[in-house]
Nanobody, 124 residues
Framework: QVQLVESGGGLVQPGGSLRLSCAAS????????MAWYRQAPGKQRDLVAT???????NYADSVKGRFTISRDNAKNTVYLQMNSLKPGDTAVYYC??????????????????WGQGTQVTVSS
């Protein structure tokens, strides 16, 4: 079974920093792209940042220059370093793994997987 588990969320003051982590576990062969999304109350889930297995990154305009995505391919783990946080960054942050290849119940599958989410609150 494949699981994505996020950690590192919490309450931080404006201007502060947080580092999110997401580890994918299971009988995983490879993961093409990993990403972070976020969803604020009453809003749709939006892409924050992505990173491919080759290290190519992409960011939402609202976080460019403040957030940095990175990954450890050997550990199937993705990170999101968030600096200069603003109240508008408050949301549940979700990890996503795209084109993840793994063995599930004895069968090789390739699919898209989500974590359970971690709350980030930016408030004074």
């Amino acid at each position: 079974q494949v699981q994505l588990v996020e950690s590192g969320g919490g309450l931080v003051q404006p201007g502060g920093s947080l580092r999110l982590s997401c580890a994918a576990s299971g009988s995983i062969f490879s993961v093409y792209a990993m990403a972070w999304y976020r969803q604020a109350p009453g809003k749709q889930r939006d892409l924050v940042a992505t990173i491919t297995s080759g290290g190519r990154t992409n960011y939402a305009d609202s976080v460019k220059g403040r957030f940095t995505i990175s990954r450890d391919n050997a550990k199937n783990t993705v990170y999101l370093q968030m600096n200069s946080l603003k109240p508008g960054d408050t949301a549940v942050y979700y990890c996503n793994a795209d084109r993840l290849s793994a063995v599930v119940a004895g069968v090789q599958v390739v699919g898209n997987f989500w974590g359970q989410g971690t709350q980030v609150t930016v408030s004074s």
